[in-house]
């Protein structure tokens, strides 16, 4: 495969600034982008236990400088013009839950999967509300930014993620989903306290980081919806969650900087009203079942950038030469017309065979050669 050879021989020259202007759709594609949100520790590990021979250091304030190094180098031997730490110790804001723990089967197994504990959250009522352990932004070590300041690759840049979205820590770290729907019919002067306080402690976060010369912009994740409609009503939707994307959208525009956003589920039903209030730079997620990444593309292509979009579940189980036709005809449609990268539709978990990420990766950099 041809990215084998350029994982070995370090040919990849990052350019953030020419990846940015195929998205937002100023300039043509010299040669296909790659984009993800995330990608588990144990791939990355993985990659780095195979083609550079060492093992990843774990993101301990011991062996932050080290882990970095070796993150970046990841990003940037694969292929990436940016990168990104999401949920990595350290790295972002972090929200005390309740959880749930099982045995993780992943190829690429960590031995335990943690979930959030969804029925009944951390915060109940206005007196958990005051004696909850809210983040302080003001007391966050932000040394690793430094560190990355100094390693970063000259045309790579940081894109910055937080912590989980606006409306997931509310709805599953905080309130729970189940208290969550209690609570706007009970008290949604709670509810609209819960959200603002994540949304100014989230805004903090990025205000502090946001001028450094590595920071791109933001990647915000933020789940909606599930396969069929959006966990929370319209009209909810558009009072607690969308302000808060404006807030961070403006302010990454208002510094020269781009707006990324993920969000999973079936999310159309509210999405043009949202591009109408929020002028996101790209968009990610994307799933076969609700709507294919080509058919976003013919809706909405012309107003936002599209990154990712190959299906979680034929990047897994597609045989390699189906996958490499998969990839291949997403390509042909979107990647001459629209501004577009290439990656998972969600995200490359710990349970996406190696071999079929680099599959993926390996049809981009063939599609222009």
């Not at 021989?9 to 995330?38: M, Q, S, W, Y």
Request: charged share 25%; net charge negative.
């Amino acid at each position: 495969m041809r990215i084998l050879e350029w994982i070995a021989n370090d040919r990849f020259v990052p350019d953030f600034a020419e990846c940015i202007g195929v998205l937002t759709r100023k300039k043509k594609p010299k040669r296909v982008h790659f984009a993800e949100l995330l990608i588990d520790l144990e791939v990355i590990g993985e990659v780095t236990q195979c083609f550079f021979g060492e093992t990843l250091a774990p993101p301990t304030p011991e062996s932050m400088p080290l882990f970095l190094r070796q993150y970046v180098r990841f990003f940037k031997r694969l292929g990436y013009d940016y990168c990104i730490f999401v949920d990595i110790p350290g790295m972002g804001l972090r929200f005390e839950a309740k959880v749930r723990k099982g045995e993780d089967t992943a190829c690429l197994s960590r031995g335990v999967r943690e979930w959030v504990e969804e029925s009944s959250g951390v915060i109940t009522s206005w007196e958990d509300f005051e004696r909850y352990p809210w983040p302080r932004v003001e007391v966050f070590d932000f040394s690793p930014y430094e560190e990355l300041s100094r390693i970063l690759p000259e045309g790579m840049k940081l894109l910055l993620n937080a912590c989980g979205g606006i409306f997931e820590v509310v709805s599953e770290t905080l309130l729970g989903f189940e208290g969550l729907a209690f609570l706007l019919y009970e008290d949604r002067s709670l509810v609209r306290a819960v959200f603002n306080r994540v949304g100014e402690i989230t805004l903090a976060f990025y205000r502090s980081l946001i001028d450094l010369d590595i920071v791109g912009g933001i990647f915000q994740g933020d789940d909606w919806g599930y396969r069929s409609a959006t966990f929370l009503a319209p009209r909810d939707l558009e009072e607690f969650v969308f302000p808060w994307h404006k807030k961070l959208c403006d302010l990454a525009h208002e510094r020269g900087k781009y707006y990324f956003l993920h969000s999973c589920g079936n999310i159309y039903q509210v999405f043009d009203a949202f591009l109408e209030q929020v002028p996101i730079d790209a968009f990610h997620s994307f799933q076969d079942a609700i709507l294919p990444v080509t058919e976003f593309g013919k809706r909405y292509g012309n107003r936002v950038g599209i990154l990712g979009g190959v299906d979680l579940d034929q990047l897994i189980r597609l045989p390699e030469e189906d996958l490499r036709q998969y990839v291949r005809g997403i390509l042909k449609e979107l990647a001459p017309s629209f501004g577009f990268a290439l990656g998972s539709g969600n995200s490359i978990a710990n349970y996406v065979p190696l071999r079929q990420y680099l599959v993926m990766l390996d049809e981009g950099l063939r599609f222009w050669a």
